[in-house]
């Protein structure tokens, strides 16, 4: 029954949109064209921010709200999406269910300021800093505890884990796949990996997973 009515959210979140706002694949202009019609659009969620979520680089991604939905964004919008609301400010989130507790936000309104963050098309190639020079900042990082909530990929894969102390733990594909039944809200993990702590908080990319108390399990083959 959950998965016919998130399967309804979904297409009643589609309903209306012009066709280039329709799907998940759009990229460059078609991002921000799909964040307009989201404009006026009715909220897709309500509450007060509980904490940024961070990727493994340190970069703003997305945000936890108190009720336990999480709002993912595009990277390349974190600094934005950071200087427009914090940690206990109360947002209006558009977009759509990307995953059951999980919303792809478009647009964020701080409730009381008015402000908004509508997602812009990622700068083009050459503009970032490659991936493998962004990794040479990364550091090793542990973290163990109980998984309070999941995190999905585009496709619906469980990609990540967000510890009871706010650690977010972001896992490879096969090892959602390898690690299935423990990557679940409620469950306890340790892990170990590399990634990043700044001012928003910690995450990292687990190179290592396993039961709390158990050594971890390398995930990569040497």
């Known amino acids: 029954m959950k998965t016919f009515v998130y399967a309804i959210s979904v297409a009643l979140a ?3 949109l ?3 706002a329709q799907g998940k694949k759009g990229k460059g202009p078609d991002e921000h ?3 307009q019609s989201y404009l006026h659009a009715p909220p897709a969620a309500q509450a007060k921010v509980s904490r940024l979520l961070l990727n493994p680089f340190g970069e703003v991604d997305g945000l936890l709200l108190e009720d336990g939905v999480i709002v993912t964004y595009p990277a390349h919008m974190g600094a934005q999406l950071a200087a427009v609301v914090k940690p206990g400010d109360a947002v209006i989130v558009k977009g759509y269910p990307e995953a059951p507790g999980q919303i792809k936000g478009y647009v964020v309104t701080n409730a009381a300021s008015g402000q908004s963050v509508l997602t812009l098309p990622k700068p083009p190639p050459g503009a970032e800093m490659p991936k493998h020079l962004r990794g040479a ?3 090793e990082m542990t973290a163990s505890g109980e998984i309070r909530q999941i995190r999905f990929g ?3 894969e469980i990609n990540g884990a967000i510890l009871a102390d706010g650690t977010i733990v972001r896992v490879p594909s096969h090892a959602a796949q390898r690690f299935g039944a423990l ?3 409620g469950q306890r993990i340790a892990a170990s990996g590399y990634g990043t702590q700044n001012q928003f908080g910690r995450a990292f990319e687990a190179t290592a997973l396993a039961p709390e108390g158990q050594p971890p399990q390398p ?3 040497r």
């Open 154 to 156: 585009r496709r619906g």
């Open 219 to 221: 995930l990569y083959a």
């Open 14 to 16: 589609c309903a209306g």
């Open 33 to 35: 064209w799909r964040a």
């Open 137 to 139: 900042g990364l550091r």
């Open 183 to 185: 990557l679940a809200a």
């Open 18 to 20: 012009p066709a280039y």
